[in-house]
């Protein structure tokens, strides 16, 4: 019953700026990690940013101070905030949250994807 809702993708110039929202919904009893990842064609899916439930975050090298992620645990929503995109950023980002839908089970939730384009 757990789903989650990407938003903000979609085609940026070099040097823009893209904001992605994840949403979670359905049954939620509590969420821990939550994270993006990327893929971009005929590359492996790669961990772009992770934040913890206390907040504590970490990024791929590639992405370090260009990349903020952040959560609002009452929304039970994560962001990641892309600034000074450039060609290789371009990939399929994924949401996923390490969420239990009860208080005896935990599992590893993902989106559907979401494309961002980096392009002149």
């Known amino acids: 019953q757990v789903q989650l809702v990407e938003s903000g993708g979609g085609l940026a110039q070099p040097g823009g700026s893209l904001r992605l929202s994840c949403a979670a919904s359905?049954?939620?009893?509590?969420?821990?990690?939550m994270g993006w990842h990327r893929q971009a064609p005929g590359k492996q899916r790669e961990l772009v940013a992770a934040?913890?439930?206390?907040?504590?975050?970490n990024y791929a090298d590639s992405v370090k101070g260009r990349f903020t992620i952040s959560r609002d645990n009452v929304k039970n929503t994560v962001y990641l905030q892309m600034n000074s995109l450039n060609p290789d950023d371009t990939a399929l980002y994924y949401c996923?949250?390490?969420?239990?839908?009860?208080?005896?089970?935990?599992?590893?939730?993902w989106g559907q994807g979401i494309q961002v384009t980096v392009s002149s």
């Open positions: 934040i913890t439930s206390g907040g504590s975050t």
């Open positions: 359905g049954n939620i009893f509590s969420i821990n990690d």
């Open positions: 996923k949250a390490e969420i239990y839908p009860s208080r005896w089970y935990r599992d590893n939730y």
